[in-house]
């Protein structure tokens, strides 16, 4: 068994705001979309429902459908769902914008710049022995690890490099949780 204290300290990744969507406007030469409130808009067509996600331009305001479900039989969608559609449900917007199937379906992609934030402990930097951080993500927010942990430390990018132990690569986007260690200076 070790004499050295072994600390562990959380970091949590939240969502500040819905991320911005890359989609092309059919109006102007922007490539930038929001959800702004987030609306729904369901039309019914006999027994099949369409539903879609309204989204806006970011420069011209021109208004733009996300198909979330097409011509599909009224007694297929849950109803807790169905009413979340017509109330306009921050947290259905949300969860129907962060599924990667919708975004496939509609070509479009997340900018999450300036989207997140890092709630994170002091990491003692200057102790003898090693301290391990467990990163938690709240919500699939692509970050590459070493930038994360670069900000967290408040070290650049090469010296997280060098004093940095991880179980996954660090120059690769994540959206799930991962831990380190962050080693003693020399």
């Given at each position: ?67 979330v479900h ?24 949300a969860s ?91």
């Open positions: 068994m070790s004499s050295q204290p072994h600390i562990v300290l959380p970091w949590v990744v939240h969502r500040t705001r819905l991320p911005l969507l890359s989609l092309r406007c059919a109006d102007c030469p922007s490539e930038t979309a929001t959800t702004g409130d987030g609306r729904f808009r369901v039309n019914a067509n006999r027994r099949l429902l369409d539903v879609w996600l309204l989204v806006r331009c970011a420069s011209c305001e021109r208004t733009s459908k996300l198909t097409e011509r599909v039989p009224v007694g297929s969608l849950d109803p807790a769902e169905l009413g979340g559609y017509h109330a306009n449900d921050p947290e259905l917007v129907r914008l962060l599924d990667p199937l919708l975004a496939r379906r509609n070509r479009f992609t997340l900018d999450w710049t300036g989207a997140w934030r890092l709630a994170s402990s002091t990491v003692p930097l200057d102790e003898p022995w090693p301290v391990t951080v467990e990163v938690v993500f709240e919500d699939p927010v692509p970050v590459r690890p070493d930038r994360l942990i670069a900000q967290g430390l408040g070290l650049s990018r090469r010296e997280t490099l060098r004093r940095i132990k991880c179980d996954v690569p660090l120059r690769r986007a994540r959206s799930a949780g991962f831990a380190f260690t962050v080693m003693p200076g020399e």
